[in-house]
């Protein structure tokens, strides 16, 4: 069953290629949503796929790419969209 979840990464998430990152393991994890950084230093994001993948998908951007530190991942439950086809990143 699909699912959608709003994620929000604190931390040293920019400038490290943290939305790439998200961007390479939700093609990986057959995620789709989108990514951006915020105006406060954090990537906020959402993704949408299986409940499995999802698990994963958190798991692997709460550890992030090699430079980032990544101190906590918030998650919420979102509403699934019908139609998405592709995990952006958002400038």
């Known amino acids: 069953m ?8 604190h931390g040293r ?8 990152f998200a961007h390479k393991k939700a093609a990986e994890h057959s995620i789709t949503g989108w990514c951006r950084n915020t105006e406060n230093g954090k990537v906020e994001g959402e ?34 969209q019908e139609g998405e086809s592709r995990f952006e990143v958002r400038r």
Request: charged letters at 30%; proline letters at 2%.
């Open 2 to 9: 699909s699912q959608r979840v709003y994620f929000l990464a």
């Open 13 to 20: 998430v920019q400038g490290v290629s943290y939305r790439y």
């Open 47 to 80: 993704a949408q796929g299986e409940e499995d993948s999802i698990k994963s998908f958190l798991k692997e951007l709460d550890r992030g790419p090699t430079h980032a530190h990544v101190v906590r991942l918030d998650k919420e439950s979102r509403d699934v």
